[in-house]
């Protein structure tokens, strides 16, 4: 039985040896004999964000980033955005991580539905990675180059991603799930030269054949020159589906590479290392581009002093190749942490699967979205009364707001002495900006602090900072992780229509943001129209784009609203052309296409017929407006009617909103 916990309510304090062996403890006394003293984590955060130089420079240097040459300064220019990081600086991204490979070690371990927990050693990995990559300066990949890749999580992904960053090409990946248009959008953006590819893959024990996607998706991406084809489904078949491709099995069979011998391509701070795609309201997908240097430097900061992971300890994410924590737990390497790699679904065969997985792993850090707690509790699963969880230390919740309910259920279900904390951050800066730091108490429903090195405030319309009232989620200092650019954005004028449109010179998240007096946290879901399926953006123009094909739809509008206990509800509203009817058979063949054109996640929950649209004067589908009102804010403070086109456009909504039964709001 869980007993009722308001927001706020103390849920865990670290104990003595807790705070004596983290990693922030260390911290702070080795930057007290460098003749930095801080009494607390509030005034060490401070100082992070206002002498970046100081800050940025001491954490180089005490999360040992390793550079083939020095650089002349810490931050050249600290205008936002154009900031311009640790000039004359040489790195790899990958030998970072590859530089703890070591014979006789465990590197990843792995699980799918298909196969039981397995371990990949460091020494299979480094020379798998070292071969793939021999291979692909063969097939003419340089520096620069696009490597694109349409694969589960798996340790092939792993390999296939340092081998393309080892060499300076540029790496972009999607899940299997994702539709040809998805894939198409994004991909074809970036020109790539060499594609990984799969076959088909496993889910909820069913086999999904990704082949006649796979060929639309080449024919659709002329610039590339080669495959590289991975059989999960059909390892028997042999002959080549596609022009210049090869097998998976073939391209890392050449001759083995020494680790002296491999020469890993050294790049500036900002030389682009992957490119993430974040969907807004209008056009493609936004393809981000990261830097090698920012995310070592933000990934080591976010894995020692706030997660606080030591050495050879495993730690476990659920997430696909198509989304940010993919590539955070990819980066779990660069501070020789284990990661451990699931394929499939979390709730299959059963929805205890991934305890399993904890107890065989030994895993110290699990991290799932609130949404997977919530099928956890509708199925009376109590992990610690089925599973040794005696290595786990850490629960991390992360992907949709967590409620103070959620972080209960974690410590009465699963461990009543783990650092159970939530945080936030995104693809925009593949990395986080709010969450856990193991020194400090947890409380109920709120994420912990603001991380080091991150000038995180809530704004309101005026551009002033608020303390406990909800604001815009702004960042007022650069980060060494925000993206180097836009990938075909030469001017970047994309990239500040996207992030400093409404307050110059200061970063705009677009997620509504409060702080408390103590510094707890609260990320309220996205302030613009964007899509947040369970950590995972979605465009509108997504769906847009795909309902085009659905020819008895006039026009329509895509809402996401973020619900109590971690949930969502997503309702999309069609004005059909004269003389259809939204039956079943629309209703089917809607789903249908966002399936095919994307991904399951884009499917609606529920689909209404209205009978207009709102737009604004200026043609503007008034999707914030319309979400406002349906997660209960009055009409006349949601919208202003003067500045619509159809003014009667908003009535459906307003009495839909009245009338509901489909969704709960907060606080009903």
Not at 136 to 157: C, F, H, M, Q, S
Not at 579 to 588: K, M, N, Q, T
Request: net charge negative; hydrophobic share 40%; with cysteine.
């Amino acid at each position: 039985m869980t007993s009722s916990v308001r927001e706020g309510d103390l849920l865990w304090t670290p104990g003595a040896e807790r705070v004596r062996r983290a990693h922030i403890t260390r911290f702070l006394a080795w930057l007290a004999q460098r003749g930095h003293h801080f009494p607390d984590y509030a005034a060490l955060w401070q100082w992070s964000v206002t002498d970046l130089e100081g800050f940025w420079g001491a954490a180089w240097e005490f999360l040992g980033v390793q550079s083939s040459a020095p650089y002349e300064g810490v931050l050249a220019d600290r205008s936002m955005p154009g900031a311009v990081w640790f000039p004359g600086a040489r790195l790899n991204y990958a030998e970072q991580a590859l530089r703890h490979e070591r014979p006789g070690e465990d590197a990843l371990l792995y699980l799918s539905e298909q196969h039981p927990l397995r371990a990949l050693s460091w020494s299979e990995l480094g020379a798998q990675v070292r071969v793939l990559a021999t291979r692909l300066r063969a097939l003419g990949v340089k520096p620069g180059d696009r490597v694109v890749a349409y694969v589960p999580n798996t340790p092939d992904a792993m390999i296939a991603m340092f081998a393309t960053t080892s060499i300076g090409a540029v790496w972009a990946s999607c899940g299997p799930d994702f539709g040809v248009q998805g894939v198409v959008d994004r991909f074809s953006q970036l020109a790539p030269k060499v594609l990984f590819c799969v076959d088909g893959y496993h889910y909820g024990g069913k086999a999904f054949d990704r082949r006649p996607e796979l060929a639309t998706i080449v024919s659709s991406l002329p610039t590339l020159e080669h495959a590289i084809y991975m059989r999960h489904l059909r390892p028997e078949e042999t002959a080549v589906p596609f022009a210049r491709t090869e097998y998976w099995e073939d391209a890392i069979a050449g001759a083995p590479v020494a680790r002296e011998d491999f020469v890993f391509e050294q790049v500036p701070f900002n030389h682009p290392l992957w490119i993430l795609f974040s969907s807004g309201t209008t056009g493609l997908p936004k393809p981000i581009v990261h830097g090698h240097g920012g995310m070592i430097l933000e990934q080591m900061k976010s894995f020692l002093l706030h997660h606080d992971m030591h050495a050879r300890q495993r730690m476990f994410f659920f997430t696909t190749t198509g989304w940010m924590m993919w590539n955070f737990l990819a980066s779990a390497l660069l501070v020789d942490v284990v990661p451990v790699l699931y394929d499939g679904n979390p709730a299959y065969p059963g929805p205890d699967v991934l305890w399993r997985m904890v107890e065989d792993s030994k895993a110290s850090l699990f991290g799932a979205s609130p949404t997977y707690v919530g099928i956890l509790q509708k199925a009376g699963i109590v992990p610690k009364d089925r599973f040794d969880l005696s290595a786990l230390d850490t629960v991390m919740l992360a992907g949709s707001p967590v409620t103070a309910e959620c972080l209960q259920w974690v410590y009465q279900n699963v461990k009543a002495d783990v650092f159970g904390h939530s945080g936030s951050g995104g693809t925009d800066v593949c990395s986080g900006i709010v969450g856990g730091l193991v020194t400090l108490p947890v409380y109920a429903g709120e994420i912990q602090t603001r991380l080091l090195g991150v000038s995180a405030n809530a704004f309101d319309e005026n551009g002033q900072p608020r303390v406990d009232e909800v604001g815009e989620l702004v960042i007022t200092q650069p980060m060494p992780s925000m993206p180097v650019a836009f990938w075909n954005d030469p001017d970047g004028r994309r990239y500040r229509d996207s992030y400093f449109d409404q307050y110059p010179g200061v970063w705009r998240h677009g997620d509504f943001f409060r702080i408390n007096q103590r510094g707890g946290c609260f990320v309220l879901g996205r302030s613009d129209a964007t899509l947040n399926r369970h950590g995972v953006r979605i465009g509108t123009a997504e769906v847009y784009r795909s309902l085009l094909n659905v020819q008895d739809i006039e026009d329509s509008l895509i809402v996401n609203l973020d619900l109590p206990g971690g949930l969502f509800f997503m309702p999309l509203f069609v004005k059909l052309r004269e003389g259809r009817v939204l039956d079943a058979d629309l209703i089917e063949r809607i789903r249908t296409q966002m399936r095919t054109d994307y991904s399951p996640r884009h499917i609606p929950d529920k689909i209404y017929e209205v009978p207009s649209i709102p737009y604004t004067l200026t043609g503007k589908k008034m999707e914030v407006p319309v979400r406002r009102i349906l997660m209960g804010v009055a009409p006349d403070k949601a919208a202003n009617r003067s500045a619509m086109a159809n003014v009667k456009a908003l009535d459906y909504f307003i009495d839909y909103a009245a009338r509901q039964t489909d969704y709960p709001r907060f606080g009903s």
